[in-house]
């Protein structure tokens, strides 16, 4: 048995062209504003969403004047409208990130500001793809601003997608941070599954890390699995990609193939080593804790892994389901 994606994970969608060679036009941005679309973005990464979640709000160019204002980025142009998108501060403080919530939002028709976590999943696509690239050049801009060479400050420039040091003169363009995020089987109907210590009770994630510097895509898979729940893995196999922007993340999703361990590993298992990377939960049917570690898979010290029965899944951090397919009919 094998696992396919069901479609694009949510924040991989897109529907308006990001049109590079406009970012350095200023003649043609001037003459595209008037008719120019704004969405708003404050500093804890939430935006106004309506209708259920499904769309987000956004505002006509002149409200914010003649021309772009100071820190605004170009998102795209479509069909002869430029989407832009402009940074406000958040009315509970100057928050980089949103914490997580474990609760779904109660969705409305009317406007209500929420983030990417909360809403990458209903919006359409073109929203969503507005909205990821938004919250990852203001990402980027926030953590940005001095050079990395000499330490002076940075301006921005060409919309948003470049900075230059006023110092020694550097350019620097949007940084993105490859992690590997992988669902581990044992070839028939059982998946391997993860919980951090502070997460509600009977929720669980597949696997995810880091790569490190030197190392590669499918080496970081067998390294961060064996590292996490001391289970060796093996047939690797690409399934898809995401923008993470929490701050720079692209999530690189993996199948792999595990034997459960004749016994659980040892109670100094190695804990995950950057908590950030397991931010993900399986919505499959886990078992209770008791049953996962009577399954032969290790519970580790401060994850406890377990297993469920290969179906669909859904991870938090994909938003994508994964379905089990024959063999056969999985694409190599």
Request: contains cysteine.
């Amino acid at each position: 048995m094998s696992f396919d994606l069901v479609g694009l994970p949510a924040l991989s969608r897109a529907a308006v062209d990001r049109n590079e060679p406009l970012r350095g036009d200023e003649e043609r941005i001037a003459a595209l504003w008037p008719k120019a679309r704004v969405i708003v973005v404050d500093t804890g990464g939430r935006t106004l969403v309506s209708d259920r979640g499904t769309r987000i709000v956004d505002r006509p160019a002149p409200d914010f004047g003649d021309e772009p204002p100071s820190g605004a980025v170009l998102l795209g142009e479509q069909d002869g409208v430029a989407h832009w998108a402009v940074q406000v501060p958040a009315e509970d403080g100057d928050a980089p990130v949103t914490p997580r919530s474990w609760a779904a939002p109660e969705l409305t028709d009317e406007p209500q500001w929420l983030d990417l976590r909360q809403s990458g999943a209903t919006l359409d696509d073109m929203w969503a793809g507005l909205f990821t690239t938004a919250v990852a050049l203001f990402q980027w801009h926030r953590l940005g601003r001095f050079c990395a060479k000499c330490g002076s400050p940075t301006v921005v420039e060409k919309s948003g997608w470049h900075t230059r040091c006023t110092g020694c003169g550097r350019e620097e363009y949007p940084r993105t941070d490859a992690a590997v995020i992988c669902l581990v089987h044992d070839g028939a109907d059982r998946v391997l599954v993860a919980r951090g210590p502070q997460w509600p009770e009977g929720r669980f994630s597949v696997l995810a890390g880091f790569v490190e510097a030197g190392e590669s895509l499918e080496a970081c898979v067998a390294r961060e699995i064996l590292e996490e729940v001391g289970v060796a893995v093996r047939d690797i196999r690409y399934l898809g990609s995401q923008p993470w922007p929490f701050p720079r993340s692209l999530m690189i999703g993996f199948e792999a193939v595990a034997d459960p361990p004749t016994r659980c590993c040892s109670p100094t298992a190695r804990s995950p080593r950057r908590s950030g990377c397991r931010g993900r939960t399986c919505a499959g049917r886990s078992r209770n804790r008791a049953a996962c570690r009577d399954s032969g898979w290790p519970v580790a010290r401060r994850s406890r892994s377990g297993c469920c029965r290969a179906g669909r899944y859904r991870t938090e951090r994909s938003r994508c389901a994964v379905r089990a397919v024959p063999a056969a009919r999985a694409p190599r």
